[in-house]
């Protein structure tokens, strides 16, 4: 139901979020280093924002399990004494409001460009947000060693780095008609499948919280692949920031809570096999400035798709091929899912 009613949102707020760009000025002006030839309308990220948040307002009307999940509460214990209560209703908050600073930033970013710093500062501080309300890396469990705990401290940088790491990998990514909003409904379908996967374990924690990733995993999917309709070449908007950014947080934010609940170390890899391409792309494309004395931030046209499209190859062939791929990992995630007990 979450899916079907994102898609359905989709249909709706992509073309509100195309009328807003043009009525406030929120447009992708050409120039040389761009593959546009017309000025773009770049809101379309608060489409995509809109109807994955409606879809959680129709599950939560027409569910009433969505709001029993919801409910849930769990103990934290440490040293066996109880020092706090772990609430799926303050996660699902804490999620989106997270979401909320990385439209709000990426809106006034695609409309007035913010400098490097503020742009990152801001995005720390919506990982930050999540982190309050209980969405952060507690640990990792270690073969032999069982669930090994993170100090506070370690918890919080490793949260923050895994959450920045989405957001920037969808980010970078996005420069293609339709690239990164079908590398993000794949990836997301793919969170979903492995979270339906893993949600009979027998923790009732992570049984609970695969739950509310999967919903969530579901709606992204959903909002993603409703956006490509508008958004597949030729494109009639583009996601800009504010769908990237909020995409790439929400990936982020449900691995935590979902994917990476399972008994084994390889759940670390499962959630970065899905977007491996946007992910070695960025890596890529941040050794390159660094060698060339380039600002790490700084866009040009070095990336895995602007080559291709130098050796005469099309968007929709780009954009396909890459699918391929990253539907292939997902494949491979599954597997690693599945047969996670036996490696």
């Known amino acids: 139901m979450s899916f079907c009613a994102a898609l359905a949102g989709a249909a709706f707020f992509t073309p509100v979020s195309i009328w807003l760009s043009e009525r406030f000025g ?3 002006q050409p120039d040389p280093r761009k593959i546009h030839s017309k000025p773009m309308p770049r809101w379309g990220g608060f489409g995509v924002f809109a109807s994955a948040l409606a879809a959680m307002f129709v599950l939560l009307w027409l569910e009433p399990r ?3 999940l919801l409910s849930f509460r769990h103990k934290v214990l440490e040293n066996g004494e109880i020092v706090g209560l772990l609430s799926l209703k303050q996660q699902f908050a804490g999620i989106w409001a997270g979401a909320l600073v990385c439209l709000f930033l990426g809106m006034w970013d695609d409309r007035r460009p913010l400098s490097p710093f503020p ?5 720390i501080i919506a990982a930050y947000v999540a982190m309050v309300y209980g969405v952060r890396m507690a640990g990792v469990a270690l073969p032999g060693l069982g669930f090994v705990q993170f100090p506070i401290f370690l918890s919080q940088i490793v949260t923050l780095l895994w959450i920045l ?3 920037n990998a969808v980010n970078l990514v996005d420069g293609l008609d339709g690239l990164a909003a079908g590398i993000v409904a794949i ?15 027998r923790v009732i924690l992570y049984s609970k919280q695969l739950k509310l990733a999967a919903v969530l995993s579901a709606a992204v999917c959903g909002a993603a692949a409703g956006f490509l309709l508008y958004n597949f070449h030729p ?3 583009f996601m800009g920031d504010s769908g990237a950014l909020f995409m790439g947080f929400m990936l982020g934010a449900i691995s935590i809570i979902g994917t990476l609940k399972t008994s084994a170390v390889i759940a670390l890899i499962i959630p970065v096999l899905v977007v491996a391409l946007p992910v070695l792309d960025v890596a890529f494309a941040l050794f390159r400035r660094f060698r060339a004395g380039q600002g790490l931030m700084q866009a040009d046209r070095g990336h895995f798709h602007h080559r291709l499209l130098a050796q005469g190859w099309s968007q929709r062939e780009i954009v396909l091929l890459v699918y391929c791929i990253t539907l292939v990992l997902s494949l491979f995630t599954i597997l690693l899912t599945i047969y996670k007990g036996r490696i």
């Open 235 to 237: 494109a009639r908007v």
């Open 165 to 167: 790491g989405f957001m």
């Open 26 to 28: 929120a447009m992708d």
């Open 119 to 123: 742009k990152l500062l801001i995005q």
């Open 66 to 68: 969505f709001g029993q």
């Open 187 to 201: 990836a997301a379908g793919t969170f979903l499948v492995v979270c339906a996967l893993q949600g009979e374990t």
